[in-house]
């Protein structure tokens, strides 16, 4: 679980972290500048977020609304010296705000809040786009690939429908052109980079790696392919045009809309 905290204050922010940082299963990152921590949402998924609700030139609740708006999954918690308006607030975030934390906080009720965000935390909704170009999407955003190969890897595992593909058939697709010691090391470079893709979106469980082979989850994402082929529907008959290796596969789709047209 990825959590992000925000307090101008440096000593707040040591204060918290020992609480955290037992929690094996959290990764923490701590900002005291809240428009730093607002890009850093804008390009990694976050899970929760712990905010001071008294800072200067943007609050915790107008900083929680902006975040929701850039991360849509993310839950909030409160962190504050002062009573608050708990009703209030609540009215304005509705079901992403978790709970309030007082300072001084207390490790018992830091791990109870981080329970209750793991138990709310919505899994991402994933949906991959096949028709005309290929686009991975998560809560509605593009995901962005560092690596042009490891986005071509998980088209060619979503073509495949729920099968798996051998590192052969991926190497045979990705990289034709290379010898096969050579085509191995940029296949399993590939994976590496696709895996921490998927894992700095949440989107880990997407993809199955085993010993030279990889298989796509077709059960946590949807797909314009994936439901083509079951319900039928709308294909405009281009299908993946930037990877060679797709006309098989477009031929086949392109067969089964001209046969459900003239039925």
Same mark, same amino acid.
């Given at each position: 679980m990825k959590i992000i905290v925000?307090?101008?204050?440096?000593a707040?922010?040591?204060a918290f972290l020992p609480g955290v940082v037992d929690e094996i299963s959290v990764e923490c990152r701590m900002f005291s500048n809240p428009r730093t921590a607002l890009e850093y949402c804008r390009q990694n998924r976050v899970d929760a977020a712990f905010l001071d609700i008294v800072m200067p030139e943007i609050t915790g609740v107008?900083?929680?609304e902006r975040l929701i708006a850039v991360c849509p999954g993310v839950r909030v918690v409160f962190?504050?010296?002062y009573t608050q308006d708990e009703e209030a607030i609540a009215a304005r975030l509705?079901?992403?705000l978790v709970g309030f934390c007082y300072k001084p906080y207390t490790r018992e009720k830091l791990v109870s809040l981080l329970a209750a965000v793991r138990r709310t935390a919505a899994s991402p909704k994933l949906e991959i786009r096949m028709f005309d170009s290929f686009d991975l999407f998560v809560d509605g955003v593009a995901?962005?690939?560092s690596s042009r190969k490891a986005k071509e890897l998980l088209a060619l595992l979503a073509d495949a429908n729920g099968s798996y593909v051998t590192m052969d058939t991926a190497i045979g697709n990705l990289w034709a052109d290379k010898n096969a010691e050579f085509g191995k090391r940029l296949y399993r470079d590939a994976v590496y980079r696709l895996r921490m893709t998927l894992k700095d979106v949440g989107a880990e469980g997407l993809v199955t790696f085993g010993r030279g082979r990889a298989v796509i989850n =077709?059960?946590? &994402?949807?797909?314009?392919?994936?439901?083509?082929?079951?319900?039928?529907?709308?294909?405009s008959g281009r299908y993946l045009p930037q990877y060679d290796w797709s006309i098989? =596969?477009?031929? &086949?789709?392109?067969?089964?809309?001209?046969r459900e047209s003239t039925d």
């Open positions: 925000v307090d101008d204050e440096i707040a922010l040591k107008e900083l929680a962190i504050s010296a509705g079901a992403q995901v962005n690939f =077709t059960q946590l &994402a949807t797909c314009d392919m994936w439901t083509f082929l079951k319900e039928g529907g709308v294909f098989v =596969t477009e031929s &086949a789709l392109d067969q089964r809309r001209k």
